[in-house]
């Protein structure tokens, strides 16, 4: 019932050392892997494109014309670059052949950087994860009180509600994950991460276009070069740091990749599938950020909203608006559980590896419901995963601040998870000598990310401080 999946022959070839992993005692029960090209695409996109696309409007409005656009491409590359070093890592020793497979990002650092800096991935990837079910909830949450707006206050543009309603929204996508939980490991997820996938491409489409109409309406395109203006270059600095914060945000796969790997049939080799699907999904995803970002700065200017689609409240096609917020619902619902469900397994798997002997951690049912397929439910399970969902929701109502909450998870993110680790596994596999033109390039590469993610943490740490005493 673990994350992991194999088939037959791979099984065979599992390295000895390995039996004493926890992460990896559930390979050889795991199911066929049956995934594809497009399936792993359709993971990527749902993972990628949720919470980061409605703040990235916002966020080029802080930062300008030029500099907006060309922060997303820059991302864009760094992701796209380390994901290529990271699909080479799935397999080992040969990246195409290997015997041995690395089914988390967990996995490939502990098996290459040793128990150390396995130890300190873990810590990180768990909290990232974390941090990306508290930024659904809120989202989420969001675009369910914009619908209840529309009916309840139709001529008032952006109604605020009560701290109660929030809570209550909150409660609500909170009991849906509860069930959707239950739902054994990633390779069942397919049909989740399709829809999701296909709802995101639906509400990216659709805020689009909703811009371009504000736009044609305004009569011109709204913004400036150095965007929006503020009383000090100190406050400036600031919001120039949140809004790399929320750029870096949307580009969060590399915590989830190895899963995705993981689910790839063979032939062809899953690393080559795999560079295939994160090019594909990389193009894909910016092409709509950059659509999203600067049609949203161009309809609303200075006047740009933290979540884009907050600022269509008096939209004339409300009930286009309200659509697009219930797709919004939709994808993040996929979300959650792509990213949760490796968590769930890893943690699940551990706890069986040190409690062998008890019935409530390893014993399983099988349940079957009506109009359902018999699936198997554990105590563990349904303990664990909804206590993990439920302190998630409590978390994202103590702090329901949307732009700030996504820059510090993408600075978090972005440093260590998206740059330090894919460069220092390459470094270490490749043997790659100190001081050559190779090595000079990727530390170089790995300082500027160390330097950006700082600058945006402290930035983002401190809207956060600056909302809540506000």
């Given at each position: 019932?673990?994350?992991g999946?194999?088939?037959s022959?791979s099984?065979?070839?599992i390295?000895?050392?390995?039996?004493?992993n926890?992460?990896?005692?559930s390979e050889s029960?795991s199911p066929?892997?049956?995934?594809?090209?497009?399936?792993a695409?359709?993971?990527?996109?749902?993972?990628?494109?949720?919470s980061?696309?409605?703040?990235?409007?916002?966020?080029i409005?802080q930062?300008?014309?030029?500099v907006?656009?060309?922060?997303i491409?820059?991302?864009?590359?760094?992701t796209?670059?380390?994901?290529?070093?990271?699909?080479n890592?799935?397999?080992?020793p040969?990246?195409?052949y290997?015997?041995h497979?690395?089914a988390?990002?967990?996995d490939?650092?502990?098996f290459n950087?040793g128990?150390?800096?396995g130890?300190?991935c873990?810590?990180?990837v768990?909290?990232?994860?974390?941090?990306?079910?508290?930024?659904?909830?809120?989202?989420s949450?969001?675009?369910l009180r914009?619908?209840q707006?529309s009916?309840s206050?139709?001529?008032k543009e952006?109604?605020?509600?009560?701290?109660?309603?929030?809570a209550?929204?909150?409660?609500?996508?909170?009991?849906?994950q509860?069930?959707?939980s239950?739902?054994?490991?990633?390779?069942?997820l397919?049909?989740?991460?399709v829809v999701?996938?296909?709802?995101?491409?639906?509400?990216c489409?659709?805020?689009m276009?909703l811009?371009?109409?504000q736009?044609?309406e305004?009569?011109?395109?709204?913004g400036s070069?150095e965007g929006i203006?503020?009383?000090?270059?100190?406050q400036?600095?600031?919001l120039?740091s949140?809004?790399?914060?929320?750029?870096s945000?949307?580009y969060?796969f590399?915590?989830?990749?190895?899963?995705?790997?993981d689910?790839?049939?063979?032939?062809?080799?899953?690393?080559?599938?795999m560079?295939k699907a994160s090019t594909?999904?990389?193009?894909?995803t910016?092409?709509?950020?950059l659509c999203?970002?600067?049609?949203g700065?161009a309809?609303?200017g200075?006047?740009?909203?933290?979540?884009l689609?907050?600022?269509?409240?008096?939209?004339?096609?409300q009930?286009?608006?309200n659509?697009?917020?219930?797709?919004?619902?939709?994808?993040l619902?996929?979300?959650?559980?792509?990213?949760?469900q490796p968590l769930?397994g890893?943690?699940?798997?551990?706890?069986?590896?040190?409690?062998?002997?008890s019935?409530?951690?390893?014993?399983?049912?099988?349940l079957?419901?009506?109009?359902l397929p018999?699936?198997?439910?554990?105590f563990l399970s349904?303990?664990f995963?909804?206590?993990?969902v439920a302190?998630?929701v409590?978390i994202?109502?103590?702090?329901?601040?949307?732009?700030?909450?996504?820059?510090?998870?993408?600075s978090?993110?972005f440093?260590?998870?998206?740059i330090?680790f894919?460069?220092?596994?390459?470094?270490?596999?490749?043997?790659t000598?100190s001081?050559?033109?190779?090595w000079?390039m990727l530390?170089?590469?790995n300082?500027f990310g160390?330097?950006?993610?700082?600058?945006?943490?402290?930035g983002?740490i401190?809207?956060?401080?600056?909302?809540k005493?506000a």
């Amino acid at each position: 019932m673990g994350l992991g999946s194999s088939d037959s022959s791979s099984d065979d070839n599992i390295n000895n050392n390995n039996l004493n992993n926890p992460l990896l005692l559930s390979e050889s029960h795991s199911p066929k892997r049956t995934g594809t090209l497009w399936t792993a695409v359709a993971h990527i996109v749902t993972g990628v494109i949720g919470s980061g696309v409605l703040s990235l409007p916002w966020s080029i409005a802080q930062l300008g014309w030029i500099v907006g656009p060309f922060s997303i491409l820059l991302i864009a590359s760094s992701t796209l670059f380390s994901a290529f070093l990271l699909c080479n890592t799935y397999r080992s020793p040969n990246p195409e052949y290997g015997p041995h497979r690395s089914a988390s990002y967990l996995d490939v650092v502990n098996f290459n950087l040793g128990v150390g800096n396995g130890r300190l991935c873990g810590i990180l990837v768990n909290i990232c994860i974390y941090g990306f079910g508290i930024a659904f909830v809120i989202t989420s949450s969001i675009s369910l009180r914009a619908i209840q707006n529309s009916f309840s206050h139709p001529d008032k543009e952006n109604e605020a509600t009560s701290e109660f309603a929030d809570a209550f929204y909150m409660l609500l996508f909170g009991i849906l994950q509860i069930v959707l939980s239950q739902i054994p490991n990633l390779h069942d997820l397919n049909w989740l991460s399709v829809v999701a996938a296909i709802t995101s491409f639906a509400y990216c489409f659709i805020g689009m276009g909703l811009s371009i109409m504000q736009i044609m309406e305004n009569g011109y395109a709204k913004g400036s070069i150095e965007g929006i203006s503020t009383s000090s270059g100190t406050q400036k600095l600031w919001l120039i740091s949140q809004a790399l914060g929320d750029v870096s945000f949307s580009y969060p796969f590399s915590t989830i990749m190895m899963e995705i790997q993981d689910t790839l049939k063979t032939p062809p080799p899953e690393n080559q599938t795999m560079k295939k699907a994160s090019t594909i999904s990389v193009a894909i995803t910016t092409f709509f950020y950059l659509c999203c970002g600067c049609a949203g700065y161009a309809a609303f200017g200075d006047n740009t909203p933290g979540n884009l689609l907050t600022g269509f409240g008096s939209s004339r096609f409300q009930w286009l608006v309200n659509f697009t917020n219930a797709c919004i619902v939709i994808h993040l619902v996929g979300s959650y559980q792509v990213y949760c469900q490796p968590l769930f397994g890893n943690a699940e798997s551990w706890l069986r590896f040190r409690f062998t002997e008890s019935e409530f951690v390893n014993h399983t049912y099988t349940l079957k419901l009506p109009l359902l397929p018999a699936f198997e439910l554990s105590f563990l399970s349904l303990s664990f995963r909804t206590a993990y969902v439920a302190s998630t929701v409590l978390i994202a109502m103590i702090f329901p601040y949307f732009n700030q909450i996504l820059g510090v998870l993408g600075s978090i993110s972005f440093w260590p998870l998206t740059i330090y680790f894919p460069v220092e596994i390459y470094l270490s596999r490749s043997n790659t000598d100190s001081w050559t033109a190779k090595w000079i390039m990727l530390q170089t590469f790995n300082i500027f990310g160390l330097v950006f993610g700082l600058f945006t943490l402290v930035g983002c740490i401190r809207g956060i401080v600056t909302e809540k005493f506000a």
